[in-house]
């Protein structure tokens, strides 16, 4: 029997353990924010010891038996608070973490990293060089490490760990059905669309200077609610969000002159990021509680802003005179409607960071399936390939015109490892599908005010719904508390159905 007088000093004590390993990982993030944005190349190699140096102490000092002790201590002082409450929960994340931390010993992350950074450098080269054949051996070897991973964790399938680490409660017996289920729907949807002579998005192809679209993003992300107090705005060739602290939050961006939506889109998706992260309880600053949930309720912050409104007819009511004034050459003769519709084009295309919000789920299933495959051990990384054509000619009806723009494109597997790379994304989309009906339910004037340029509506109903917790809850429990349901395909696919027969005059099937 523990002492009950002792419990506020061991919670203190494993705070104080806690946030010193925070600010290690946080010290490495801004190290790798730096290296990704201005450090000049030659920094490369001392700034990857430097941040394996943090990565190995903060790991050191979870997977420290003195936590572990002290998360046995304070069971009951964490029985002793509400479910809900910053005590009780960081007890709970933290023994979540700490359990997590101890089962993959530091020798085998050691070698997983290294193998990591030189696949990816060869993925860089065989990419460029359009040759798979280079690579290949080394997808091997991370398949191999990937089961290994796995394999130091219980599993019903052995796919199960690897999406844990990112999809915490999501298991391949819950996605599998659901994504094929999606799939079903979503494939005579697409078909209808693209039967229709393709909208003409001309516009959106036209000179736009780099520095006009920043100034525009800039000014869009500030009036949804980006704090520039609190985080800044940059250009690198992959846009990604990071945070350091609640009052410092990163996102970049990357502009292409000749194609507008790619900047403000990308913009405008990770200040959806930010705006999460940003929207955290200052309470709980420093702990490990001052996160995101999972990597799909992440991704649902970011697709909700980027598409959901964004993307939205309301959205450029507001917006669209103020770019037409600051782009008269190329707009002056475009409508609202006209723009609206460039925005929105569907279209089969080989490259999933291209796809348009009907077909892009499209593309992750593929990517989702083909993991399983190889996890389980029937898929060899020499047939990948061949499958991933196969795929695409069946659900997209296209092959890619080599490998760098078919299984090559992305970095996941190649710079990190095979399973839980992709489930996150599509699950983005279905949440945030969900989470948007239930605040449109709770307020009907949310789309009103994204009409008069009013986002605050919308960002207070987020900020107190999802973001001011944290990690208090898990994804499942979160998606239940809000919208009283678990989760579910069919928001998006009535999300998609409506907008798109109203874009498409009825042509869409309204049951598939
Ligand atoms: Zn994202």
Redesign the pocket.
Known sequence: MSNISLFPAKYQELKNHLRKIQNLENAASILNWDQTTYMPNGGSYARGQQIATLKELAHEKLTDPTIGQLLEDLRSYEQSFPYDSTEASLIRVARRDYERAIRVPSKFMAKFCQHQAISYETWVKAKFLKDFSIVQPYLEKTLELSQELASFFPYKHIADPLIDLVDEGMTVSILRPLFSKLRQKLLPIVEAITDTPPIDDSCLHQYYSREQQLNFGYTVIKRIGFDFQRGRLDVTPHPF?SSFSIGDVRITTRIYENNFSEGLFSTI??AG?ALYEQGISMELEGTLLAGGISSGI??SQ?RLWENIVARSRGFWECFYPQLQGTFLKQLSSTSVAKFYQAINRVAKSPIRTDADEVTYNLHIMIRFNLELAMLEGKLAVKDLPEAWNELYKKDLGLVPANNSEGVMQDVHWYGEMIGGMFQGYTL?NLIAAQIYQAAVKYNPEIPVGIEQGNFSLLHQWLKQNIHQHGRKYTANELIYHITGKPLSIEPFIDYIQDKYSNMYQTKVPISA
């Open positions: 969000t998706h990770e990021h992440h991704e970011s983005g």
